[in-house]
């Protein structure tokens, strides 16, 4: 067993981030949004003049100080990927940042779309496995939600109790749960 003195410093946040994929989640149609989706998916909904919602997670990624993102798409994305390809081009592939898009291609073998977000994860645990020596951590992220957050105090703080999992969540007004993906907590 190692001493104090020899073991390892622990890693700082920009550290762990330079060690992190994000996977954005962006497949969603957003049918309370009724015509504003009528055409695109809710991530790719205008929000503030030119900027889409999904820029919230993504700018939350680069803030944070990942810069590896995938985005899995579904829905009617054509107007999500331009957006991606045209707005989100000043990433550095030589540098190992990106934003890469995943469509819905039906991978397991199962002849069926997504079924919600956790099927999409695991629809692409291939990918993210196949990049897993990029990365140590894997941030699964809404591409339709908006919110600022440091993602990188998230990471660090689950790396530092050498969890196998941790969700991030906010407390709602239970009036307002039902509009919520809800978690029940001790």
């Known amino acids: 067993m190692d001493s104090p003195r020899n073991a390892a410093p622990p890693l700082q946040s920009h550290q762990l981030v330079r060690r992190t994929i994000a996977l954005v989640l962006a497949g969603g149609r957003g049918s309370r949004l009724k015509q504003l989706t009528d055409r695109r998916a809710k991530p790719a909904v205008y929000f503030g003049g030119k900027f889409r919602i999904i820029d919230f997670a993504l700018s939350n990624c680069l803030n944070s100080g990942i810069r ?8 009617k994305s054509h107007s999500l990927m331009r957006h991606l390809q045209r707005g989100w081009s000043f990433l550095r592939a030589e540098l190992n940042e990106m934003v890469d898009v995943l469509p819905a291609q039906q991978r397991t073998g199962d002849e069926h779309w997504y079924r919600g977000t ?41 790396a530092e109790r050498g969890l196998g999992c941790t969700v991030g969540c906010i407390e709602v007004p239970r009036m307002e749960a039902t509009a919520f993906g809800v978690m029940a907590i001790d």
């Not at 590896?68 to 829905?75: G, K, L, S």
């Not at 897993?132 to 591409?143: E, F, I, K, Q, R």
């Open 68 to 75: 590896r993102m995938a985005v899995v798409t579904q829905y």
């Open 118 to 158: 956790a099927d999409a994860v695991f629809q692409n645990l291939d990918i993210i496995q196949t990049r897993s020596t990029l990365h140590d951590y894997v941030v699964v992220l809404a591409g339709d939600h908006i919110y600022k957050m440091d993602y990188s105090i998230m990471v660090k703080d689950h």
